[in-house]
């Protein structure tokens, strides 16, 4: 394949480590998938109600919710602590006597049949951003991290993991592909350590990897390439804080081996398969409908702005089709004002002038992106028009569907519709040194909390 070209962006190396987890005993939890749950921020108070009933076990118990983040009971995340305490204490969860890479695969419904992705989930060694080792793309709301902090402080366990993927260099040697790619040969000769189904109908099996022939290669296959955070900026900069504070108890550095040095990740290749980007729709409150008519208005100089009636059925699908088209040749948003009975189709060709609200001193990359599009455009003026605070006038949510319904119910009074973020532009983006606006990307399926724990000791 000719001389190797390593993916090297950065002087320092990524560390990727096996551990010592702490996972569910076959006994307490026969069906592995009966004691997941998805990451905090996907957890609204119905579906944590849900899977407490699940099963006595579920580590919802321990991750706590969205509420949390906006506030809730006293004592909490001591709560959360002591149960973990008592789950260890009468061998819920039991420690792995040698440390170990975990080799996870999802297998989940997608466009109509089914989708696997692989992960590999092991402890990285934490960075400054500035370091360049594991790249960030999104920007962080403060009080998710304050709340995340906490959590961390009292149970002194990385609870839930961040995903991160990494480039494979397609001129890497073929002992250096066979590092990954003899994990995943060596799954194939044995049955998983853990499996089941969780809540959501995503299959999950957990291989437990000790053996050092090929954990080492591992090891040696992460240290030259960056890794690009997916999902969980809030939990690697919360893990960040943490190291900070443990070293100002300290009165120094830690030592290298510190556990706070280093934090839990499932790491998927970006040409997995199984590597899927849904949209994230903004759903905004508090503005009225005459502030939605004129930033439509004002549009029209810069933009082509068609109307679609989505009153019929079908139309809004036939409307969404309309925006994933529109897409592809270039930046493209759908705006449902209040009342909910059209979506204005926003659209911008690729290669068009700079728009005079998007920075013009900030990278190609991340100029291109539909989502700044959305923040610079559309919600800042939005927000602006009745001086609205993004952390209280911004929801999200998944479904195009759900977003309109939350408009006609008059839950919200305007919502944003727009297309999936493509992993390479991600990559790009993160490359770069931009950041992209929050909640830019949804990873599917949320890598989950449970399967796997990291105790800080």
Not at 40 to 63: C, G, K, S, T
Not at 205 to 214: H, P, T
Not at 264 to 283: C, E, N, Q
Not at 321 to 350: D, I, N, S, W, Y
Request: proline letters at 7%; charged letters at 25%; glycine letters at 6%.
């Amino acid at each position: 394949r000719g001389a190797r070209r390593p993916l090297v962006y950065s002087e320092s190396m990524a560390d990727v480590r096996p551990f010592r987890g702490l996972r569910f005993t076959t006994s307490a939890a026969p069906d592995l998938g009966q004691v997941l749950c998805p990451p905090y921020d996907v957890i609204d108070a119905d579906d944590d109600r849900r899977l407490r009933e699940r099963h006595p076990y579920n580590v919802v118990r321990l991750e706590l919710t969205t509420a949390s983040v906006a506030g809730g009971p006293e004592g909490r995340y001591e709560d959360a602590a002591r149960t973990l305490h008592d789950w260890r204490e009468a061998g819920v969860l039991v420690r792995d006597d040698a440390p170990a890479y975990y080799l996870h695969e999802a297998t989940f419904p997608h466009a109509g049949g089914t989708a696997t992705r692989r992960e590999i989930i092991a402890a990285v060694g934490l960075e400054p951003w500035e370091k360049r080792v594991v790249l960030p793309h999104e920007r962080t709301y403060p009080r998710a991290k304050a709340d995340r902090l906490r959590l961390l402080a009292a149970t002194e366990t990385n609870l839930s993991p961040i995903l991160v993927f990494f480039q494979r260099d397609p001129a890497e040697t073929d002992n250096q592909a066979d590092a990954v790619d003899a994990a995943w040969t060596w799954t194939a000769r044995r049955l998983p350590d853990a499996a089941g189904t969780d809540a959501e109908g995503v299959g999950h099996r957990l291989w437990v990897l000790a053996d050092r022939s090929l954990t080492e290669p591992l090891r040696a296959y992460f240290a030259d390439r960056p890794l690009f955070i997916a999902d969980g900026h809030h939990r690697y900069e919360t893990a960040l804080n943490y190291l900070e504070d443990r070293r100002q108890q300290a009165g120094g550095d830690l030592p290298p081996e510190d556990p706070a040095r280093f934090l839990m990740m499932h790491l998927i290749a970006a040409d997995d398969p199984g590597m899927v980007i849904l949209p994230l729709h903004r759903l905004v409150r508090g503005v009225q409908s005459t502030d939605c008519a004129a930033l439509v208005e004002r549009m029209r100089a810069d933009f082509e702005v068609t109307t679609r009636d989505i009153t019929m059925e079908g139309a809004l699908g036939s409307a969404l089709e309309e925006l994933r088209a529109l897409g592809v040749r270039g930046q493209a948003v759908g705006l449902v004002p209040p009342g909910g009975t059209e979506l204005v189709l926003v659209h911008r060709a690729a290669g068009a002038p700079s728009l005079e609200a998007i920075p013009t001193d900030r990278e190609a990359s991340w100029r291109s992106l539909d989502v700044v599009l959305v923040d610079y455009a559309i919600v800042r003026p939005l927000l602006a028009a009745r001086s609205l605070h993004a952390e209280d006038a911004i929801s999200y949510v998944r479904d195009a569907h759900a977003a309109v319904e939350q408009v006609r119910s008059g839950a919200a009074d305007v919502a944003v519709l727009v297309n999936p973020t493509r992993v390479e532009q991600v990559a790009a983006v993160a490359l770069a040194g931009e950041r992209m606006p929050e909640k830019s990307t949804y990873f599917v399926p949320k890598a989950p909390t449970g399967l796997v724990l990291r105790p800080l000791e």
